[in-house]
């Protein structure tokens, strides 16, 4: 296909809000695409280069970007950042400013030059080829191109939206569970759609677990105390919820990687976990566990910040060597070639013991109980060691990837006269300051939660409180690297902020109760009563471990609603 043609398809998608309307778009584009274009089609409407756990961005800024259309098209720098400043859409700089009409490129050949920018460490090389690539480009072409190397393409196409254009696209519906579940074993859309498109229904049920694709994590479902979770659960495993950072560890020969519960490459923060697995003897596995820093003498559990310090890349060697983690190890995906998400959790359990039995890698503390009785006295004794709460498994439940079920339960401490758990959040606008705050120019934030059904973000609270002045000056800063000039397309407002920013960073609230609304979109009826937080109190740092998507969703939401002893209307 030519790059001209797929940029009349994002133009298509770019003028409706419909998510209807974009699934009948994109499954007509998949009908004309061969199955590498397929693969590369599925990653660009979705914004992105590759399958997001890759990490793989261009890495041009603004800047360099107006420096690239200014000797593309023999136009002064200062005259294109006017353009810029006035337009707000360096792709519509780059379509306004190309007076040529290209040179009818291929997708795979523009493709193939915006991912080896990408690849390229040297930034005079990423540099001189965006200008290349640009001066083949119509007008038409660069608008969508520039975005796409910058990483804003915000077309407002969502992985939901994608699955059902991949079923829709060989006319078959009732493929879309199994493209799901493709989806959940391998978390690369763009591969999904290529196999598809070269198999059909049968490469479909092939698809099978894989060393290096992140699998999509299994969720719990939150119970209100120790009595309705053996009346879920009856006899069953327990285990103490550590306040880590959850792994999941893939290992082929010597070769490790590590992900993060948001499937985010995290490999380089723990090089200690590297080297312990690297010591498995075993061909290959998959792993889950919780890391964190424990002081072995006191038995104290460092809080999850410590971890998260890691980030850092220049630092990681430094903390590793300083507080290295431990990994408490609760499940095994795969071993030695063999899938085991379909075991019952006792004979996962048993390869978990045979296999990690001392060092940095070692089981997660676990009890079996066969009474009410046993689940409180246990969940008792993890509160008083410092611990947030517990798990609770069903001995015969299998592992459900990317599914919230009641194989997996969680039950946490409760604070008095509060919620008895925190909410994740996605910010999705913020307010300009007031009184005290003027001087921030930030003053509190609309956040919201992800409806993955409707593929869109629903608004639950506005949030004023729970953060320094130092750490509203150093938000505002990060939200206005992500600031829009209007509503993106996939959220669900009647509320308008100062600013709408891209849907981005997930920050944790503490609310004294979920009360209903006519307000907020989350969890909305038909009533048009919608879900609220009343008095959220952000937790003060974001959640660097989670996506937009990984927020509580409206069916946890309603769920923690049901859950409360009263509830209040807005």
Known sequence: MLFFRFCEFLEGLEATSSRLEMADILSQLYKDLSDQEARIAAYLVLGQIEAPFRGLETGLSDKLIIEGISKACNIKQENIAKLYKDLGDLGLVAERSIKWSGRSLELLRVYGEILQIAKDRAML????????????????????????????????????????????????????????????????????????????????????????????????????????????????????????????????????????????????MFPEVVEETKNLEINNIIFEGEAVILDEESGEFFPFQAIVRRKRKHQVEKYAKEMPVNVFVFDILYLNSQDLTNLPLIERREHIEKLFKRGRLRPSELTFIKTPEEIEDFFESVLLRGLEGIMAKRLDGIYSAGARNFNWVKLKRSYRGQLKDSIDVVILGYYSGKGSRVKLGIGGLLVGIYDEINDEFLTVSKIGSGFTQEEWQSLKSKLDEIKLNQKPKNVKSILEP???????????????????????????????RGLALRF???????????????????????????????????
């Open 498 to 528: 100062d600013f709408w920013v891209e849907p981005k960073y997930v920050i944790s609230v503490e609310a004294d109760e979920i009360t209903l609304s006519k307000l907020h979109t989350a969890g909305m009826d038909k009533s048009q």
């Open 125 to 268: 090389n990423k540099l001189m080829g965006f200008i290349n690539l640009l001066k083949g480009l119509s007008p038409i072409e660069a608008r969508y191109a520039v975005r796409i190397v910058l990483g804003k393409l915000r077309l407002g196409v969502g992985e939901s939206t994608l699955i059902d254009a991949l079923a829709l696209s060989v006319s078959e519906r009732e493929l879309k569970p199994q493209i799901e579940r493709a989806y959940t074993l391998c978390s690369d859309l763009g591969k999904v759609a290529m196999e598809l498109k070269r198999g059909g229904k049968e490469a479909l049920e092939g698809f099978k677990l894989e060393v290096g694709y992140p699998v999509r994590m299994a969720l719990a479902e939150r119970v209100k105390d120790a009595q309705e979770l053996f009346q879920r659960l009856g006899p069953c495993a327990l285990e103490a919820k550590y306040d880590g950072l959850r792994l999941q560890v893939h290992k082929a020969n010597q070769e490790v990687t590590i992900f993060s519960r948001s499937l985010e490459n995290i490999t380089h």
């Open 536 to 570: 959220p109190r952000a937790l003060g740092y974001i959640r660097e471990d989670k996506t937009p998507k990984d927020t509580t969703s409206p069916e946890e939401l309603r769920r923690l609603y049901e859950l409360q002893p009263k509830v209040s209307v807005e």
